[in-house]
């Protein structure tokens, strides 16, 4: 397995986007009453409540900034992982090698030389690497 914290760095976050979302939710729910007290006639509305309302919105502007500025750093922190957790093969890979990253993984069907494994969220890539050598002996 090339990169054994995928996993968990995947349920962490779609932890963090539950999070986002409930905060998006209980946003959208403040400004609902916000809308809701502006429609009521002047006399029924009371400075206390506005003041309560103003406090909850803070309070939950606050909360989503911080769910969206936690999800951005773990959204960052996979794709800096993915760029730099590659399986780099120096000399031959043989056939019938299993690569995986997670629980998404691939079988390779034939031999080939040096080779360079990553991955993307979608699929794992395989990229052959030539060398000196190879270039040369298929020149003569």
């Known amino acids: 397995e090339a990169f054994a914290k995928y996993p968990a760095l995947k349920e962490k976050i779609s932890f963090l986007k539950e ?14 009453s916000e809308i809701e007290y502006n429609k009521k006639k002047a ?3 009371s400075e206390e409540e506005l003041r309560k309302i103003a406090d909850e919105k803070e309070v939950a502007n606050v909360a989503m900034l911080d769910a969206k500025t936690a999800l951005a750093q773990a959204s960052d922190e996979l794709e800096g992982k993915l760029l730099t957790n590659i399986v780099d093969v120096k000399h031959h890979v043989y056939t019938h090698v299993t690569v995986q990253y997670g629980s998404d993984k691939i079988l390779t069907k034939k031999e080939h030389g040096q080779t360079v494994f990553s991955y ?4 794992i890539q395989a990229r052959a690497t030539m060398v000196g050598d190879d270039i040369a002996k298929e020149q003569e």
């Open 19 to 32: 999070q986002y979302d409930a905060a998006q939710n209980k946003t959208m729910d403040i400004v609902r």
């Open 43 to 45: 006399s029924e509305k």
């Open 120 to 123: 993307n969220q979608h699929e």
